[in-house]
């Protein structure tokens, strides 16, 4: 029989890819609940800005390694949630390989740490499993339109993969697995270069230079705020009432790529302009989730109206980017 963690308890918890945008707003809420938290992180995408300020809180450690290499710990854990994979198109299209080996061999890797010390497993998917999708909104039960040689096939084929060996684990009793497909999530803590549609848009408005729209514009996504997903994350950890059901946190508002960037444009007083660049490949036209099995299982939705999601994350890059302009103190 697979062991549960149980609610309450102080838990020792491994976050993989820990230094990143989401996995450091884990960290953070994992600690505040009174948790021991370990990240794990090789800086590819993440830095350890994002967790500085957990450096000293006697809970928390920071160790530099590739998810790829990890075979063991010293220590035992009770819960591990796997965040490490680069998310955006440029970087995990940099070096597929390492991307797709990251899905596979990683999270082999720590499924396997996860059997050794009988601990709770979370994956984090993504919605670019249903890739370019012909069902729209998108359920779980969509098994995806996905082109499995294109250039974004070593992110969702690796994702598919990884599910899949998440499932096996759970089906052979030897991991309580789950999985969560996560969609466009944004906020506070992504980093400048991330290449993201909502950074982009930010970091250009804030400097005055031009708002790159991929295509027409007229494509869709639907935008989670991060606190939003973490309390998803939180909450399918702990109660995982249908297990081997996959699970969509994400937000349904659903706006096009023209539509963000106006609101952008309207809360940044900018001299920006917009300029419209070559759509990349395989880009999904359109996505939204259904999120009624999040509802109903886990008593989960979204709070944060994306306004007012926008609004935390432009001051937060505004005071960033005034930082980062400050001269450095000797
Ligand atoms: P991110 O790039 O900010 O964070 C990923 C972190 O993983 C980074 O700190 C990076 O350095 C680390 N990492 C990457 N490869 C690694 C490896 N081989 N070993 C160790 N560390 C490694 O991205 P994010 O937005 O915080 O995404 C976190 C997770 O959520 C990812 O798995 C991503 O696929 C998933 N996800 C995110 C979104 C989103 O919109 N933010 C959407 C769908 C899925
Ligand atoms: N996009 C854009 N300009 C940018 C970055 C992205 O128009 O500067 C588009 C991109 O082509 C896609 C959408 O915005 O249609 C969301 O892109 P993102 O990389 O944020 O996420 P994903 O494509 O993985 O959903």
Known sequence: MLQRTERGKTKTILVAGGAGFVGSHLCDALLARGHRVIAV??????????VRPLLNHPNFRLIERDICEVKSLDEAVDE??????????????????????????????????????????????????????????????YRGSVNCTGP???????????????FDMLRAERVDARVVR?????????QPNDGRIVSNLIVQ??????????GTGEQ???????SDLVAGLIALMEVNPNPGQPVNIGNPGEFTINELAEMVVAMVPTDSSI??????????????????????????EPKVPLAEGLRHTIDWFAASLADEAKPARR
Request: glycine content about 6%; charged content about 20%; overall charge negative.
């Open 275 to 300: 300029v419209y660049n070559p759509l990349p490949k395989d880009d999904p036209q359109r996505r939204r989730p259904d999120i009624s099995r999040a509802k109903e299982l886990l008593g989960w």
């Open 205 to 214: 408005a804030l400097s005055g230079k031009p708002l790159t729209i991929y």
């Open 80 to 141: 591990i949630y796997n965040l490490a994979c680069a998310a955006s198109p440029p970087h995990y299209q940099a070096d597929p390989v390492h991307t797709m080996m990251t899905c596979v061999v990683g999270t082999g890797n720590l499924l396997a740490l996860a059997e050794k010390h009988g601990a709770s497993f979370l994956q984090a998917s993504t919605s670019e499993v249903y890739g370019d999708p012909e069902e729209h909104p998108q359920r779980e039960d």
């Open 152 to 166: 974004r096939a070593c992110y969702d084929e690796g994702k598919r993969a990884a599910e899949a060996l998440c």
């Open 182 to 190: 996560i969609f466009n999530t944004y906020g506070p803590r992504m």
């Open 220 to 226: 869709t996504r639907s935008f989670c705020y991060v």
């Open 41 to 50: 992180d090789c800086f590819l995408t993440g830095s350890e800005a994002n």
